[in-house]
């Protein structure tokens, strides 16, 4: 029963995270030391993500420009707007800080290892599929906070000591990474088991400290059960319209199916992986919990929504 309604495995872990913040949250003289856990997990999660994402196939997978170039512009340009136009329906009946979360949302790039998983269970392009989450994450880790600071305006926060945070945090390692790929990306590759046990770890810890500032903030006095509702129903309608759009964009094009496939997934997710430790660069630790949590809520729902959408595709093609 707990693997129909979770399918993917990471559900649980955040739940269970969100509620030992919530029960337990980081305070006084632990914080630093939490945040410095944080940020070191942060960097091993770039590093790990910049050995495992293979260049050779990005310029390779470049070649099927359509695909490729409808993902990125469904990613970075559709699915932004979606976000900003939630933002702006949510702005006068959320705290201002959660409405900026649907905007944040929306400029994340794709999943990695649940888009490829989806896209292959549903009969989709996989080599596509490795290379769009490749090439979108390579694009995201620069154009996505580019694209909040753009979109929000002086609601970002962004300022200098920001942008040189991402570089150390997230850019550099990422870079090292792929400097490493030569020497590390077999070891990763032959223990794919404890690469991904060491990301999720990572996720889970960026996820934990923020949302510790956050209910130490108070977020729970400042959200009632009417607003929690306005997030679940705005998360609701992003997700169909993702989805749907996706979709609809890839027969537009005239794409293959399973190209079709490759960019409905590629392009409706969006990865809690960038989005914690980018909310932790940008944001105090207490506003990035409460910007946090329309992509918690979004992410949750996408794995289980593509977990069902995914075998329902590739009986539908056999049928």
């Known amino acids: 029963m707990l693997s129909r309604i979770f399918p993917d495995r990471f559900v649980p872990v955040l739940l269970a995270t969100i509620g030992l913040a919530s029960l337990l949250p980081v305070r006084g003289e632990a914080v630093p030391v939490a945040e410095g856990v944080s940020t070191a997990a942060i960097v091993l999660l770039f590093f790990l ?87 979108l994450n390579l694009v995201g880790v620069i154009a996505a906070p580019l694209l909040f600071a753009a979109l929000a305006g002086s609601a970002a926060e962004i300022h200098g000591a920001a942008v040189l945070r991402i570089a150390l945090i997230l850019l550099l390692p990422f870079l090292a990474g792929q400097a490493a790929q030569r020497w590390l990306r077999p070891w990763v590759l032959a223990h794919r088991g404890a690469a991904t046990f060491m990301d999720r770890t990572s996720i889970a810890i960026a996820v934990y400290v923020a949302f510790s500032a956050a209910v130490v903030g108070g977020i729970w006095r400042l959200l009632d059960a009417t607003e929690i509702g306005i997030v679940f129903a705005a998360v609701a309608a992003l997700l169909a319209l993702s989805f749907n759009g996706a979709w609809q964009l890839g027969r537009s094009l005239g794409l293959a199916r399973p190209d079709r496939i490759t960019l409905l997934f590629a392009g409706a997710q969006k990865s809690i992986a960038v989005g914690a430790p980018l909310a932790a660069t940008l944001f105090s630790s207490a506003t990035a919990g409460m910007v946090l949590v329309p992509i918690l809520v979004y992410h949750m729902a996408q794995l289980i929504l593509s977990a069902w959408i995914a075998p329902w595709l590739n009986r539908a093609e056999k049928v």
């Not at 490729?68 to 559709?78: D, E, K, S, T």
């Not at 994340?108 to 596509?128: H, K």
């Open 49 to 135: 993500n910049g050995v495992r994402l293979p260049r050779d196939e990005v310029l390779h997978g470049i070649r099927n420009w359509k695909l490729q170039g409808a993902n990125l512009a469904f990613c970075f340009v559709l699915m932004p707007l979606l976000g900003l136009i939630a933002q702006a329906a949510t702005a006068q009946l959320v705290p201002a800080t959660l409405a900026l979360g649907f905007l944040f949302l929306g400029i994340l790039p794709s999943t990695v290892q649940s888009a490829t998983a989806a896209s292959s269970l549903a009969g989709g392009n996989v080599a596509a599929s490795v290379v769009a989450a490749a090439l």
